[in-house]
């Protein structure tokens, strides 16, 4: 009986995998290593994180985590096993305030210290709005250069994950992008999600790094193992096209992918960038391929009204307004909260891309 009942469960998780991926809006598909990186080993985009960290601690005697729940491990199990490895005076739970994590880590930075901040959901990092935008943006600036606190990053999970409803589906990419002095990161893969944050601990600029949740576990591919960095404010041309420019960031990238072969299959050639790095974003690299296209389309989960697509738009229209075939489209989440069983009709899927292409090749 025990044996039946021990096999229905194991049915019964197969079955909830199998549904959860049909679910999911997109089809993950892996980066190859770079040669140059030696090793690989097989890590989800959660253990690509912690080892960035691990290897943060290990080579930097300053560096410091802490942030709410981050000393069992995270919520998300992003830091698990660091404490034991590197004492509890440098992997450390926090009172559960945002803006006591970040101001401590504004402080954190500017006496020495590499800090790594953790806010648990990005829905929560409003909270710290002041202490980011007002003081860590802003501190190397108000001071002449006499001091700053470029050694702080803000590690936060973000976006849609299938069942997180308005107050844990946000990315608040867009509220940051306005506050000159902050990096803002976003990235796709667990190659990336190692590398920028690795980027970014080391960046002489305090910076925003954002966590799409759903690849925590969904994401899965071979992780160069030693110590190595990716480019900040460098776009990326992941697929070159001739026909429209397709652009987007984070878990988007994966569904514009998937837009490309289904295009394709029309007969339309499209070139898939990722922007990577939101602020300072690579205008160069996007406006050097719409230049070519003619035509782009603009993705991202975030709300339309107010959105970063809204920025790379208006920067095509001024620089590539002569080689513009039709009108630059975005297909982003609606100007309503996160819904909860709505969630399929709010996002970006593949089929509102998909015809959004086909819009500006049909103008």
């Given at each position: 009986?025990?044996?039946?009942?021990?096999?229905?469960?194991?049915?019964?998780?197969?079955?909830?995998?199998?549904?959860?991926?049909?679910?999911?809006?997109?089809?993950?598909?892996?980066?190859?290593?770079?040669?140059?990186?030696?090793?690989?080993?097989?890590?989800?985009?959660?253990?690509?994180?912690?080892?960035?960290?691990?290897?943060?601690?290990?080579?930097?005697?300053?560096?410091?985590?802490?942030?709410?729940?981050?000393?069992?491990?995270?919520?998300?199990?992003?830091?698990?096993?660091?404490?034991?490895?590197?004492?509890?005076?440098?992997?450390?739970?926090?009172?559960?305030?945002?803006?006591?994590?970040?101001?401590?880590?504004?402080?954190?930075?500017?006496?020495?210290?590499?800090?790594?901040?953790?806010?648990?959901?990005?829905?929560?990092?409003?909270?710290?709005?002041?202490?980011?935008?007002?003081e860590a943006a802003k501190y190397r600036y108000r001071s002449g250069g006499l001091f700053e606190c470029g050694k702080l990053t803000i590690r936060t999970p973000?976006?849609?994950?299938?069942?997180g409803a308005l107050y844990h589906s946000q990315t608040p990419e867009a509220y940051f992008a306005h506050s000159t002095g902050l990096k803002v990161v976003i990235p796709r893969s667990p190659i990336q999600a190692k590398g920028l944050l690795l980027a970014c601990i080391r960046d002489d600029n305090p910076c925003i790094f954002l966590e799409p949740k759903i690849l925590y576990r969904a994401a899965e591919e071979e992780v160069p193992v030693g110590d190595y960095t990716l480019p900040l404010s460098q776009a990326e041309v992941l697929r070159e096209g001739s026909d429209v420019t397709l652009i987007g960031y984070g878990t988007q990238i994966h569904v514009l992918k998937e837009v490309a072969e289904l295009a394709a299959k029309d007969g339309i050639s499209c070139e898939v960038i990722d922007l990577v790095t939101i602020l300072p974003w690579d205008a160069d690299t996007v406006c050097t391929s719409v230049s070519k296209t003619g035509r782009c389309v603009i993705t991202h989960e975030s709300p339309v009204t107010g959105g970063f697509a809204g920025e790379v738009a208006a920067t095509i229209q001024k620089e590539c307004f002569l080689n513009l075939e039709a009108p630059v489209e975005r297909v982003c989440g609606y100007d309503t909260p996160f819904p909860h069983v709505l969630e399929p009709f709010f996002m970006p899927d593949k089929w509102r891309c998909l015809q959004a292409v086909k819009n500006v090749v049909n103008y």
């Open positions: 009986m025990s044996l039946l009942r021990q096999s229905r469960n194991i049915l019964s998780n197969l079955k909830a995998k199998s549904l959860a991926k049909r679910l999911m809006h997109f089809k993950f598909e892996p980066d190859n290593p770079s040669t140059n990186l030696g090793p690989t080993e097989n890590m989800n985009y959660l253990k690509a994180l912690t080892n960035a960290m691990d290897i943060s601690l290990e080579n930097d005697p300053t560096a410091i985590i802490f942030g709410e729940d981050v000393a069992f491990g995270g919520v998300f199990r992003c830091t698990v096993g660091l404490r034991e490895k590197y004492g509890s005076d440098r992997v450390f739970n926090t009172p559960l305030c945002e803006q006591g994590i970040v101001g401590f880590g504004i402080g954190a930075a500017v006496a020495g210290s590499t800090a790594i901040a953790e806010i648990q959901f990005a829905d929560y990092i409003l909270p710290a709005f002041d202490q980011i935008v007002n973000c976006g849609a994950v299938g069942h």
